[in-house]
């Protein structure tokens, strides 16, 4: 009896948590499929009294909502295969390789962690100026491709792979990057498919940096677009709640799709097998 009590309490609580989760979800969706008029009256009603896609049609048709999604899919995408890349090469090393200091630059690295990314916006800022990345991807994709996190995941997953993997294959003339590729990426599968996941989530989102180094409205990426709907459409709540959702659809479904490979990699991760 104790057991189903404390069964049902837990199922209780996960239904409160996912109802509260869903409502803002669910009232953006109905308002942005309701007219323009009929958001703004003073008669309320859970659903649209009249169902329409004008939203979305006006805001697909209006600004530049394709132009920012794609930007915002590149952007996330080139981050997240450059992240990929140097955090797998440098969890190696720091893992597996021995060179003299190898701990005091993984120290160095790990500072990361406790520096805020605003406190290095104006030295980045600067760097990007310098170089004439300004209002370029190359600008907005290269201070995102070093993560702490990341590297410090991977470096924990690969000190749990026994030596005698790399010392196989070392003794068959491979290199080190043939051992990455040959015998580390394949037994980190799932923990890399998690870590691309939330590494594409983090860059989509991101507002701040793309909000300092841009300024043109053909280079804006969708959360940073989002904020210039309200001018563009003026007070037109459901095109704005149209454009949210459409800004927030690509990764839901990403997370939709991959979700058992995040559960897995996570799992892979903390050292649990399921």
Not at 22 to 43: C, G, K
Not at 71 to 76: D, K, Q, Y
Not at 124 to 131: A, E, G
Not at 224 to 229: A, C, D, K, V
């Amino acid at each position: 009896m104790r057991a189903s009590f404390w069964t049902v309490a837990g199922a209780a609580c996960a239904i409160v948590l996912a109802a509260l989760w869903a409502f803002p979800l669910l009232w953006a969706l109905s308002t942005s499929l309701r007219p323009e008029l009929e958001t703004v009256s003073a008669n309320f009603h859970w659903l649209p009294q009249e169902w329409t896609l004008d939203a979305y049609r006006k805001t697909l048709g209006a600004g530049n909502v394709v132009r920012w999604l794609f930007n915002s899919f590149l952007v996330a995408l080139l981050v997240t295969v450059v992240t990929m890349a140097i955090s797998l090469m440098a969890a190696y090393a720091f893992s597996q390789l021995r060179f003299r200091g190898r701990g005091i630059v993984f120290g160095i690295a790990m500072l990361g962690f406790l520096l805020p990314f605003e406190a290095l916006l104006v030295p980045l800022f600067r760097t990007m100026h310098q170089l004439g990345l300004i209002n370029s991807y190359a600008g907005i994709v290269l201070p995102q491709v070093v993560s702490p996190v990341v590297i410090y995941v991977f470096k924990q997953f690969f000190d749990a792979i026994p030596a005698d993997f790399r010392e196989a294959a070392v003794m068959d003339g491979a290199g080190p990057l043939r051992v990455l590729w040959s015998v580390y990426l394949p037994i980190s599968g799932n923990i890399v498919w998690a870590m691309a996941i939330v590494t594409f989530i983090a860059a989509w989102n991101n507002f701040l940096w793309p909000f300092i180094i841009v300024t043109s409205n053909d280079m804006m990426t969708i959360p940073l677009g989002l904020t210039q709907t309200y001018d563009a459409f003026g007070v037109r709540y459901a095109q704005l709640m149209a454009a949210a959702l459409l800004g927030a659809l690509p990764v839901a479904l990403a997370y939709v799709l991959f979700q058992r490979r995040v559960t897995q990699g996570f799992l892979a991760a903390s050292g649990l097998k399921g």
